[in-house]
């Protein structure tokens, strides 16, 4: 009778998960191999794993409990991008984890991201969650996009896919979205006449960088100033950068300011870029309105900030 309690206590112990047992692999190409022959998709963990305090608390709360580790074991092939402070790292894994943060624009770690099997970005979230049952929403919507994903590469007439892969990209994130810059790619390169927008999107994101560039380099507010007035008078502007020129503007004549005519342009420039920013609410003119409500503090406070750049 001992016997057979220990045999069916060995075939229980071999059906049931093995929690603790969870595989992360710290290869890509492997993570896509595995994920094409189990059918699965590839749950990326960009992380700093021995001083990233965020990264730290999201292992500790999700990624090794139990409960998460039956959840993904089911549904992900677990792989983990780590860039440690350790010395003993190896070099060649390093290396290929920087290349992999690049890749796929990591500027913040804990960062999730959900992977197809080709490498595409599908989902994720970036930050350190609380729990396993926030974490699961945003892998479960990804989930569900790598199975549209799967769906909409199997399309074969091009408007077909265009739409199908464009729902899938738009159902991603928006702050994951940074991403799935190969997803992005291939949206453009079917689109020839740009019907989504995504090519004017990345020439706007493409300018904004030469523009910040070109603002960096400038001696001073002066030299920023021309700057930006030759960009707002150029018609190369791309539109979607218009807002963000005028308010950079706003907070340099703001600095400026030597009298209450220099505090009313600001004001004035202010309330341009907010008529261009299309996600602006009646509460941020509200606040505008406030914060220039009282010149003679502005112009204080801009002669201190002067004061202290002359340092």
Known sequence: MKKSYLALAAALLGLLPAFGALEWLSDLP???QRANE???????????SDWCGWCIRLKKNVLDTPEFEQFAAERFIPLEIDLPQRKDFPAALRAA???LVERYNISGFPTILVLAPDGTVVGGFGGGLPDVATAREPLEAALDNA????EATRQTEP????SALLHVYRSIPEDVREHAESLRERLIALDPEDSSGLRR??????????????LQQAQDPEAMLVII???LNSEQLAAANQADLLSIKAQILLTLAQNADDIAAAKQT?????ELDPQATPELRQRIEAAFSDPERLLKRAAEIRARMKK
């Open 97 to 99: 984890n920087e290349a």
């Open 147 to 150: 199975r549209a994903y799967a």
């Open 30 to 32: 492997t993570a896509q």
């Open 38 to 48: 189990q059918s699965k998709v590839i749950l990326a963990d960009f992380t700093g």
């Open 270 to 274: 202010a309330l341009k870029a907010l």
């Open 159 to 162: 408007d077909e896919q265009l």
């Open 201 to 214: 999107e990345r020439e706007a994101e493409l300018q904004r960088e030469g523009i910040s560039q070109q």
């Open 229 to 231: 007035d030759q960009w």
